[in-house]
């Protein structure tokens, strides 16, 4: 539950948010305007006195103990935000929007390390300070709540210009400009303050900087501009272009900048193999965040390999070749320093969400499992999730390589068992848990084989196929045996689990699993595709998705429910960020299924140690993330921590 605090001291926490100034100036200003209004300061000093104690107090406790679990320099951290402070403007907004979404437990854990967050970042009272970090998340673990909680604390304590760099496809960054507008902008707009929108959901952002200049102009603390934008080159000049047109006019010396680059560890960490070279993406962020006068650069991912990393002398210098006058193929080097994006700063492991289900919960975590005294065999399972996909099937469904192409071996996909209990399943767990609810949600399965944008429509052809069969037959006898058979086998492992809970017989089941089978669409979601997942909560969607790469990192699948992945990977980073099928899943989390082959399965099982080990690593390291570097654990087999580049 969120602290009770007296008037008073609200009075001087809005005060001191509103003029950007001290709590003991906002207490001395308190005073003074009632003082003007005729009541005594014998009778009003006193109290407002007690109340700037208290939230010295508060901030003196908050101070001692913020970044304990925080990889900084604690000695020389210049502590100027308290994280306990009670809601100010927008974020009491934000806050009332997220209870209603999560409740009260989940917005307070938020609120507490979004808090905590905010103060390692650059105090925007402060010129010419800038700071860099990571915070580390769980694959689809609720990190965009985390960092929309941010971004609302930062406008409330004063900065301007807010910009998120939200991944490499169009899908996700429409999806978290529509999930910003709703949650950041909206509540910064009912706290009273203007926001001028830089991009929108159709639409990235220009080279046309009007905008960005005539916000910035405003006088006062009263615009703030924000921008979601797509790690493409592209739009990333568009959106240097404008804070360079800004800086001509010395508009950013008083705008503090916050730039927070989700899925930070894609794209924009340098890929290029010369030591004075620079990949793209990355020195394109690297020149936008040159740009910054005053603010802070934070990177979110659920996997931080490739950022830990990162060079931390990469802020030295950058060498760049262009063609100069004169003879053909000769060059022109110029020296160009641009800061690096190493975490320097700070970096900040966000606690495991209650309820949450990762890696550990499905697949187990042998490095720290332990034995009982039946030497029965603990290892952090406690999800009955996991099915296999014989090795048969995997050769039937997974595409051939393009040497085997060359060799003349043609995909022809088909509807393997496996796959027809994983379909069967998404169709009876559907049913059930609409049935648990009494109403209609988001449902939607995931089939997830290749990178390979052709098969995915040829793989789909397949799945097609079969569920419209299902819905033709769905009342023979041949389907309405399988599928009671798969419904009763999974019902009589769910209560080994749960002996308390009680399932439903398949006769009062079986009109409900018709109803979702004849709701079921298929959708392709590729860079091919002309169709878009969309998810409508005036319209709960009944989806089975299948697709490659806009599904393997970011994008969220509403009530995903069923899985079935045979995507292989050499790194830690690709394989965990595909598995979608983490997360939260309130009221219905008997019910997922994840079928996948025993190889993928012992892999993810070593990933789940390693997540764990990351995160202590982190925690321990308590010192300046520049001078002490966060160790890794190497697979004994052949995945490696992230690509070689």
């Not at 975590?365 to 406690?382: K, Q």
């Amino acid at each position: 539950m969120a602290e009770k605090i007296s008037q008073p001291e609200q009075q001087i926490y809005d005060t001191a948010a509103r003029e950007l100034i001290s709590y003991e100036d906002a207490c001395r200003q308190v005073i003074d305007g009632m003082v003007v209004a005729g009541i005594r300061e014998e009778e009003i000093g006193p109290v407002y006195e007690k109340a700037l104690r208290s939230i010295q107090e508060r901030e003196a406790a908050n101070a001692k103990g913020e970044f304990d679990e925080v990889a900084t320099s604690k000695e020389d951290y210049h502590h100027w935000y308290d994280a306990s402070k009670p809601d100010t403007a927008a974020w009491s907004h934000l806050r009332r929007k997220l209870t209603e979404k999560i409740g009260e437990d989940g917005t307070s854990t938020i609120h507490q390390e979004s808090g905590k967050v905010v103060g390692l970042l650059a105090d925007p009272a402060m010129k010419k300070l800038t700071h860099k970090g990571l915070v580390v998340g769980y694959v689809q673990s609720g990190k965009t709540a985390n960092f929309s909680a941010v971004i609302t604390k930062a406008v409330d304590e004063g900065y301007r210009f807010i910009i998120v760099l939200a991944g490499m496809y169009n899908s996700l960054r429409r999806q978290t400009q529509e999930r910003l507008n709703s949650d950041v902008v909206a509540t910064i707009q009912s706290a009273g303050k203007h926001v001028c929108t830089l991009t929108s959901i159709e639409g990235d952002i220009s080279s046309d900087a009007d905008h960005l200049l005539n916000a910035l102009r405003t006088k006062g603390n009263v615009s703030v501009v924000f921008a979601v934008v797509k790690k493409h080159s592209g739009r990333l000049k568009n959106l240097l272009k404008q804070m360079e047109a800004a800086n001509r006019e010395g508009l950013l010396d008083d705008a503090p900048v916050l730039i927070v680059d989700d899925e930070s560890d894609q794209a924009t960490p340098n890929t290029a193999k010369e030591d004075q070279k620079c990949s793209g993406i990355n020195l394109c962020i690297r020149k936008i965040w040159d740009q910054v006068q005053q603010g802070s650069y934070v990177a979110y991912t659920a996997t931080p390999f490739a950022n830990v990393l990162m060079d931390p002398n990469d802020d030295e210098r950058y060498t760049e070749y262009v063609d100069s006058e004169g003879p053909e193929d000769s060059e022109e080097e110029i020296i160009e320093h641009y800061p690096g994006l190493y975490p320097s700063d700070f970096i900040y492991a966000l606690e495991r969400p209650k309820g949450y289900i990762g890696a550990s919960r499905i697949f187990g975590t042998p490095l720290w499992a332990t034995e009982d005294e039946d030497g029965a065999l603990d290892d952090g399972v406690d999800i009955d999730a996991l099915r296999d996909i014989e090795d048969w099937e995997a050769d039937i469904l997974r595409p051939p390589t393009p040497k085997e192409e060359r060799a003349g071996k043609k995909y022809e996909p088909e509807m393997v068992p496996s796959l027809q209990d994983a379909v069967h399943w998404f169709m009876i767990a559907t049913a059930l848990r609409r049935l648990r609810t009494g109403k209609k949600q988001h449902s939607s399965m995931l089939i997830h084989f290749s990178y390979r944008v052709q098969t995915h429509f040829e793989a789909t052809d397949v799945i097609e196929e079969y569920i419209d069969e299902l819905k033709k037959a769905y009342d023979t006898p041949e389907i309405n045996e399988a599928m009671q058979n798969l419904y009763e086998h999974e019902v009589a492992r769910m209560q080994v689990t749960r002996p308390d809970e009680s399932y439903p017989a398949w006769d009062e089941l079986k009109l409900a699993v018709g109803q979702a089978i004849r709701e079921t669409k298929c959708i392709v979601d590729n860079g091919s595709s002309e169709e878009r997942l969309e998810y409508d909560d005036a319209a709960p969607a009944t989806y089975v998705v299948i697709g490659g790469n806009t599904l393997a990192r970011g994008l969220t699948l509403e009530g995903l429910i069923s899985s079935y992945y045979l995507r292989t990977s050499k790194t830690y980073d690709a394989l965990l960020q595909m598995g979608r099928w983490f997360g939260f899943r309130p009221g219905y989390d008997d019910l997922i299924r994840l079928w996948t082959t025993r190889d993928l399965q012992d892999d993810y099982r070593h990933l789940a140690g390693v997540e764990d080990e990351i995160r202590e690593e982190i925690r321990a390291v308590g010192s300046t993330p520049k001078s002490v570097g966060v160790k890794i654990r190497t697979h004994p087999g052949s995945l490696q921590v992230t690509a070689r580049n």
